[in-house]
């Protein structure tokens, strides 16, 4: 009991105790140049690195541009896919009907479909943010219908006996009963919209993370490369805590109920 | 405004093909008339308040409805066996769930739900979430909701099956009440035969599986009832009659050899 | 008197060394007098440059010949070869070329091109170094089924030489600089032994300046002459930081770096492209040959010339 | 109600429907030049195309390429990630201790990554699937630990009362109750590994539809171009399919308690 | 084989800070005991029965397991009140989850539950999935499956509150047979206070929230009891002095005014 309660306390600080021990397990064998140091520089050196290019570089402008194509592309496709999403789950001859097409559009890979898009829509700011979109739309998409699915028919039941009109079971039903899976949606989506972003900053944009990746490379300046990589990293965890706090405010009977 | 239901048929399509859970059931609710179904478990009981709720289309048969055209349906309120309570919504967002989708106003209609969550004794937990409360709480979530949309049909399946005794009683002379005070018709599942005599203004007693009505039983108790007063000899008397009844279905069904006759 | 209306130009922009030209005449406000802002579009793919000037979205790419090109040239897409923006040297240091390692190289085996056979080659996917591999081994008598060819990203290319995973690398420069100066390889074949002249690198116009606006483009190309005058004064430390500041690398290897020559006269090879099209159509890489007419319009590189003769 | 059973009759009908209709009016406004015949070629030539690259092309030898490349990747990368999602589903320990791992993990971008991926495991087949391998490593985690924390805490109990040991509860309760959300994830996890074969295919390998997205960009092939993404479209109605296959074999009392 | 509650007390954590649900809470079950456990909705039945089947910790408190060491369990199988049946599963599977769990062979496994299927008349349900049942049987499946475990203690919350009168003797009758033939602890909650009298060696009687045991009753009669004879004066004697502890707490309850005495 009370030792369960100890560990139980401890939990928080693992995370932080088993990167500090890579790392320092990472800086050790780059040390001694166990890895060629050319592509693994110390993670002390990547540090040092991260934190120049902070102060002096232009990181955070460089990160600012990608959270903002991140979320305008994540909006743009991700509402269109939850609520697209409610509609197939909930609708089974609206399933159907666009199902095969989701799954048919949900593969075309979507950066060797850029310049395609860039024909229709032109070489600015459209056709990039469609792309980030899109990435974002079907996972949203795909889990909003899961989670709708998975809601017990007895909740549309009672909203129907209540008088409820079709958008009202969506508002009321619909909707914070597949919130949980709209989160994993919100999270897959987001990473996925961050993933894409970063591609398109490496194919056509003088701005963002993924910009940045493309020159360090270019420029085999490996410590910026791994900063560059942790940045992104930082975003990832970002997005996480977002979610876990939307799922707190959201969900507090799912999350409560069991954890 | 009372109801009639005309050889109602139902098959469900399962896995191990098709089950006949109801077939040529007929009845009818009068206006203001308390009706209380008992059956064995599995006869089709509460498939009944679906089909009069509109929730399923029933498989052959129709339901007619007093003063309204054909294929419209009056407000009904139904207390489901399973609770229905929404896992998202607090106490009070679920009974006010019927009023929000109305259009009332939330100051107005929490102020009515709160009257009736006060009647149900949950004033404690409006806040509450339903995972925070115990069964026979979250069923009076659902009876409370029931009554504050205020319908013109009242369902009822089993709705005070998780409560002890004595709040049965009291939740039991709240609907009294409610019944008595404004015109209802009430349609009522129970599976405690005293309460279907104590309550009903008939019982329709049905035989297992597939579901008919088997007898309809007027009770010829006056009005207003003492509910604690389950001795008199009528009602003995019913019981006994009923309970005989319900010995022979559920026997022939335990023994896998019920079969229509 | 009024100021005349200044016309803008976009420009794929990729912060590539072969595109030096551009970013000294930009940088050095080549374009400014003739009326003309340039606007840098960053793209670094032809994959999305071509269709965007092939629309007019786009003025001006700098590119590089694939068959991609050719294909689009030869269905009727009105882009056109302007002016050369770097061919292979005849001398001196190499821009492109195959490197091994060091050993190999002494051991004497590559001597003969015949003995290609059974090595581990890398190179990227663009033709380009596919046309030089493809050439080098017809030296030898040998077809791309005698050796095993890496399509390795360039990056992973030093660090495959270094670990001994692949025997030869196809590279351009600042890679060969690098690769050299770590010690993971040495110059084995400059790429003129095999594609002597090779036409690599070029400038194109699309409907844009071929068709609405030609006076721009011939006003372009004066800018872009006089950035190539800019580039012919070699090393220079102003070149260097331009260069340095617009790829990102370090002034030491821009400076230690081989620069590809290009032509003060912006006159571009023609033969070069039709010896190229020829062994494409022999690979199935083209659908038809374009003749010279078809892709190369010399009228803006000798209204330049012209221009600037009467300047000076 | 007849009219309504009419209606559902007709679903099946719609798709294709839609789809004919669609690609007619392409073939239209096409053949008519109202788009630039350059970037966008009528159907009908697109689906010769896709013929003769079938009967006299090596179409299906690259089909074949990639369907393998995305099906090792995936169940190397797809049922680790669902194992380890039902452990961080079930145990909050686990998940708290290395949710922020994969945080952090995710959003690293795959492609970019692929030569430090290369430098570390290769230059061979292994590198190639590992990307692939970690694209669907992801989806498949983050839909088990929704999908295991959805199942009501009940189950959880009597499968403890009945004596169940941990590894019984993963077999009994957290596996089965989360199916729906698995296969949400092998859905989204296959179609991300075919997007991330295909990107890989597309920079590095001499097989695979990838490959040939790539050739016919690069010899501005338009017709090839889209053959080749229709071929990829179908390869996504075929995880579809498998997928809803798998649902009705798997998860028969949610789908037929719900549709 | 008994076991000892002692001064349990749970504090569950809730949204709007902490709710007391149990408070000093000591009994205990000898030897092959029958206790029932009746009280208010939401005193804390539930709650005492998961303590004891081991699905909670004690915030305070412990219990003592006869004849084994100290934080160790006799086998004990619990019917939910949810009744908590696997969606995934068949009726059969479900039955015969606990069996799967302790190895035993598939043939036999089936065949053992099976045996109790029919017995609680399903057999015509056996391969059918939980959302083909009616609420009925699937607490009917939920009773079998706790049968099939054979355990020492049955912990049973409701186990029969959604059946109708007649299944539910048939039911009783049934776990009267297994309790006299096999020596086991049984502690069941259930609403209906004449069950309570009729079924247990004692009767423990809780008050409202938090709950506390206010009193145990021993009820005097002999064994075999008959459970279709209720009247007995010593039962209705039994039954109004429950009737009015509960009445007690209810009314405070429902009043909101219940605060420890
Ligand atoms: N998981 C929980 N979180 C917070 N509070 C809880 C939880 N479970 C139960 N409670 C509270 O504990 C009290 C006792 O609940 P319990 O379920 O034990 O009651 P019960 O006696 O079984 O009631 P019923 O007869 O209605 O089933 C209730 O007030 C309830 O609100
Ligand atoms: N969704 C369904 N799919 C298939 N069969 C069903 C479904 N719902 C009910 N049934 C079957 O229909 C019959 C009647 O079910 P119903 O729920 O109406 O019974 P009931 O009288 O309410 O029983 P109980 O008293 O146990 O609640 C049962 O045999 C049941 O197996
Ligand atoms: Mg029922
Ligand atoms: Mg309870």
Redesign the interface.
């Known amino acids: ?1 009370s030792r369960r309660k100890i ?2 306390k401890m ?2 600080f ?2 932080p105790i ?1 990167l500090i021990a890579t790392l320092s397990f990472l800086e050790t064998i780059t040390r001694m140049e166990i890895l ?1 140091s ?2 693994f520089p110390p993670p002390t050196a990547v540090m040092a690195t991260l934190y120049n290019m902070t102060t002096e570089g232009a990181l955070l402008d460089h990160l600012s541009a990608t959270v903002i194509r991140l979320l305008t592309g994540f909006l743009l496709g991700g509402i269109p896919g939850m609520i697209l999403g409610m509609m197939m789950g909930w609708s ?2 609206i399933r ?21 898009i ?2 229709i829509f ?2 600015g700011f459209v056709s990039r943010t469609i792309v980030v979109a899109v990435a974002s739309f ?2 949203m998409l ?2 909003t ?2 989670g709708v ?2 809601i017990h ?3 549309f ?9 079709r958008l ?1 079971v969506l508002r ?2 619909v909707l ?2 597949s ?3 709209i ?2 949606g919100v ?2 989506g987001l ?2 919209s ?2 894409i972003s ?2 398109v900053e ?5 701005k963002g993370i ?2 940045l ?3 360090a ?4 300046r490996i410590e910026e ?1 791994y900063a560059t ?1 942790v940045t ?6 970002s ?3 977002f979610v876990q706090l939307l799922l707190n405010r959201c ?9 | 405004m009372g109801f009639r239901c005309k050889n109602l048929g139902v098959t469900y399509k399962t896995q191990n093909g098709e089950l006949e859970a109801l077939e040529d059931v007929s009845f009818s609710v009068s206006d203001h008339e308390f009706v209380c179904l008992v059956g064995p478990s599995g006869c089709g009981k509460s498939t009944i308040l679906k089909l009069v709720a509109g929730l399923l289309d029933p498989t052959t048969g129709t339901i007619e409805f007093d003063s309204k055209p054909a294929g419209d349906r009056p407000r009904n309120a139904m207390v489901f066996q399973e609770h229905g309570v929404f896992p998202w919504m607090n106490v009070l967002d679920n009974v006010a769930f019927g009023l929000a989708i109305r259009g009332v106003p939330k100051a107005e209609r929490n102020a009515i739900a709160s009257r009736f969550i006060d009647r149900v004794g949950l004033s404690h937990f409006i806040d509450s979430h339903p995972h925070e409360l115990s069964v026979g709480m979250r069923q009076r979530v659902s009876i409370a909701r029931a009554f504050v949309n205020d319908p013109e049909i009242l369902l009822m399946d089993e709705p005070f099956g998780s409560l002890d005794a004595m709040t049965k009683l009291v939740m039991t002379e709240e609907l009294m009440g409610i019944w008595s005070r404004q015109r209802k018709q009430v349609l009522y599942v129970t599976h405690d035969i005293e309460e279907a005599i104590m309550l009903g203004d008939r019982v329709l007693v049905m035989t297992g599986r597939p579901g008919r009505i088997r007898e309809e039983i007027e009770i010829p108790l006056a009005r207003p009832r003492d509910l604690r007063d389950r001795d008199k000899s009528e009602i003995v008397k019913i019981k006994e009659h009923v309970w005989g009844i319900l010995e022979e279905e559920v026997r022939a069904g335990l023994r896998g050899q019920h079969e229509p006759s | 008197g009024d100021a005349p209306e200044r016309k803008k130009l976009r420009v794929m922009n990729s912060p590539y060394m072969s595109w030096a030209v551009i970013h000294l005449a930009k940088a050095n406000g080549c374009f400014d007098d003739l009326g003309l802002d340039v606007e840098f579009v960053v793209m670094r793919g032809i994959r999305e440059g071509l269709p965007a000037l092939a629309q007019g979205r786009l003025d001006v790419v700098p590119g590089f010949i694939t068959p991609g090109y050719v294909n689009l040239m030869h269905r009727g897409a009105n882009i056109r070869i302007v002016a050369d923006k770097g061919h292979t040297e005849s001398e001196g240091c190499p821009y492109r070329a195959f490197l091994a390692k060091k050993e190999l190289v002494e051991s004497g085996r590559l001597d003969n091109f015949e003995n290609l056979r059974g090595l581990r080659i890398a190179g990227e996917r663009t033709s380009t170094s596919y046309y030089a591999l493809s050439s080098l081994l017809r030296k030898g008598n040998l077809t791309a089924d005698d050796i095993v060819w890496l399509d390795l990203p360039t990056p992973a290319k030093q660090g495959a030489l270094e670990a001994g995973t692949v025997d030869i690398v196809n590279a351009s420069e600042p890679w060969i600089t690098r690769i050299v100066q770590s010690g993971a390889g040495v110059i084995w074949l400059p790429a003129r032994e095999v594609v002597p002249g090779f036409q690599h690198s070029f400038l194109m116009f699309g409907p844009s300046l071929l068709e609405k606006d030609r006076e721009a483009g011939m006003k372009f190309m004066v800018g872009y002459l006089r950035g190539v005058r800019l580039y012919n004064e070699g090393k220079t430390d102003e070149n260097v930081r331009v260069i340095a500041a617009e790829t990102g690398l370090d002034e030491a290897l821009v400076r230690d770096a081989c620069w590809p020559p290009v032509r003060e006269t912006g006159y571009y090879d023609t033969e070069s492209l039709l010896t190229y099209q020829a062994w494409a159509l022999e690979e199935g890489l083209i659908d038809g040959l374009v003749p010279v007419e078809g892709f190369w319009d010399p009228a803006f590189v000798e209204y330049a010339n012209r221009f600037l003769t009467e300047e000076n």
């Open positions: 009991m560990a139980e939990i928080p693992i995370p088993i060629p050319l592509f089974t001859a159907r009907i666009l199902d095969p097409f989701v799954a048919a559009l949900h593969p075309v890979p979507k950066i060797s479909s850029l310049p395609i860039m024909i032109g070489i079907f996972p795909i889990n219908m899961a699915r998975q028919p007895i909740y039941d009672v909203a129907r006996n209540c008088g409820a009109s009202q009321h039903v914070p009963g919130t949980p899976f989160l994993a999270r897959l990473n996925v961050l993933s970063l591609a490496l194919l056509l944009a003088d993924g910009t990746i493309w020159m490379w270019q420029t085999m490369l990589i992104a990293a930082l975003v990832g965890i997005i996480r805590i969900v507090p009977w799912a999350t409560k109920a069991r954890t």
